[in-house]
């Protein structure tokens, strides 16, 4: 009985753990659960995250549609300001800038903006214009002389963010290059932007002739000068024709730098009988450009012919007829004179360099009107330096020296 008994303890007790496991088991199941339930928590928060991400990245790839600067019919296409220009295709972008080089003088500025002409013109420059987008590219439309539009290609590190400003006025500095004859390239290392259409309305207000005084006519007969001033003064200088129209030469005569002045108005009328005379000119002055303008004629008086800085009657002079043959050369001898004769069309005029006429001794430059044949210009030299010499008359238009029509080269040879 009492070996039963402890049997019937025993089974008891082997019972106990099996509930302790079985307990210990379900506990273990708890978090087994739990930690099944994270994940799924986590997968939600991922999937609305990669949901987010996908509309971000959507978001970014929707293409903003390019603006045309201009339709198959030359009209303006309307296009929202400040807009991005993204094409489908990537585009060269320029990273580095050029060098800096020699800036642009003068006349090169002048070939850079006239069409037609200044092919491979190149320098430090600026230019301002109407900012155009072609292609996803920004182009500068620049209004250039004669009133005629020049194109030019705008890169650099800054050709991306330009498009953002088309249609609006833009000023640029940089390297520019002229690679035709109507447009370029600038690399542009600076640029401003103004919008257009923000410009405060100014009431027109009537404007007022005044009074030139001495100092101002000097400034409108100095070449490269006075560009855009207006006024009431009077001037003297060498009448001349081109075609039916006269004009009043004040200053370089004979030089790709004279400065003249065409002569409108009733008073014009009885001045073919002065053609090649000094006048002193009256009347209202507007200078358009460096080397020259108009002038609304009212009176003019007749002025004796300046003195001749020296007289001809004791020099040994050459005289040419041209243009001659390419490649002709004549003698001259040292300290006397040397004449060249050239025909005029309507509209043009010989000029030489300046520095040529200073350095061939340059005294006179007479306009002889026409007779029995067409209009003529007489060059008249006396060298001062012994030496071979290249003499370049340039046959350009009698108000823009820059556009040359015609050439004609003569070799001088001045004999001691």
Partial sequence: MAKAKAGKKKKPAARKPSKKKAKASSRVAKPAKRAHRAPTKAGKKSG????????????????????????????????????????GKAQPRASKLPPPADPLNKREMEELLTAGQGRGVSGEGSL?????V?????????????????????????????????????????????????????????????????????????????????????????????????????????????????????????????????LQGKGAKGLRKNVG?????????????GWGGTMQLESFEPRLMDHRSISRENLEIVKVE??????????ARLNHGLAVRLPERPGFTWAIEPTTAKRMGLREA???????????????FTPRNPGAFEIDFFLAKAFNPAQVSKTFKLGVVVKP
């Fill in 48 to 87: 609305a995250a990669a949901k987010r991400g996908k509309a971000a990245k959507a978001e970014k790839k929707t293409p903003v549609p390019a603006a045309p600067a201009r339709d198959h019919g030359g009209n303006r296409v309307e296009i929202p300001e400040f807009a991005s220009i993204s094409p």
């Fill in 134 to 262: 072609k292609d996803g590219f920004p182009y500068l439309q620049v209004m250039g002389r004669d009133k005629r539009e020049l194109i030019f290609l705008l890169q650099g590190p800054d050709q991306e963010v330009l498009p953002a400003y088309v249609d609006h006025k833009v000023s640029v500095s940089g390297y520019i290059k002229k690679t035709t004859n109507y447009g370029g390239v600038v690399d542009v290392r600076k640029y401003s932007a103004k919008k257009p259409g923000h410009e405060a309305a100014v009431a027109p207000v009537e404007e007022k002739l005044k009074y030139l005084s001495p100092g101002e006519l000097e400034q409108m007969s100095a070449a490269g000068m006075g560009a855009g001033m207006k006024g009431f003064g009077s001037l003297r200088g060498s009448l001349e024709m081109t075609g039916d129209d006269f004009f009043l030469v004040v200053s370089n005569a004979g030089t790709r730098q004279q400065v003249s002045f065409l």
């Fill in 128 to 132: 301002k214009g109407r900012l155009l």
């Fill in 277 to 289: 005379q000094v006048l002193q000119v009256t009347g209202v002055v507007e200078k358009s450009s």
């Fill in 322 to 331: 041209g243009p001659t043959s390419e490649g002709e050369t004549v003698e």
């Fill in 366 to 380: 007479n306009y002889e009107p026409p007779g029995d044949g067409p209009a003529r210009r007489e060059f008249f």
